[in-house]
């Protein structure tokens, strides 16, 4: 009786296949370091809603509102971008300058184009959410 070769190739094959995966595995154990605030923050943020002082609560009311977004890059510039509908039309407002991060992320300093320095405490910060606390009001955001 005849034995065909080709099942102990093919069990061959499948077994050096497996041999290679694993030979290729990574053993590097290296921790992926965690990001920094200043990596967290860069993108684009979308305003959620605004919670007020007095526990309202302030959506955006419209697809128009909810395009608002706060955009921070890698070279410490913000800017602002809110939309509002007046009559039918989506119109939008920009605004800008600089931001800085410190307290170890706890902390944004916004110094606008115009002049004016604002603090403003970071409550959340990480890959998908932003709250911040202006003033009295909590401001929620995602990417």
Do not use: R
Request: net charge negative.
């Amino acid at each position: 009786m005849k034995k065909s070769i080709y099942p102990m190739l093919k069990t061959g094959f499948v077994f050096l296949l497996l041999c290679l995966v694993a030979a290729c595995s990574s053993d590097d154990n290296t921790p992926v370091p965690e990001p920094t605030p200043e990596d967290l923050i860069i993108g684009k943020w979308y305003v959620m809603k605004i919670t007020k002082a007095d526990g309202s609560i302030h959506e955006p009311a419209n697809d128009c509102e909810k395009q608002s977004y706060y955009k921070f890059d890698d070279e410490n510039e913000v800017t602002s971008v809110n939309f509002y509908l007046i009559d039918g039309d989506c119109l939008n407002s920009i605004g800008g300058g600089e931001y800085l991060l410190t307290d170890d992320g706890k902390k944004l300093i916004v110094t606008a184009s115009d002049g004016v320095t604002t603090v403003i405490e970071i409550l959340t910060l990480n890959k998908t959410n932003l709250e911040l606390k202006l003033g009295g009001d909590t401001v929620h955001l995602k990417k």
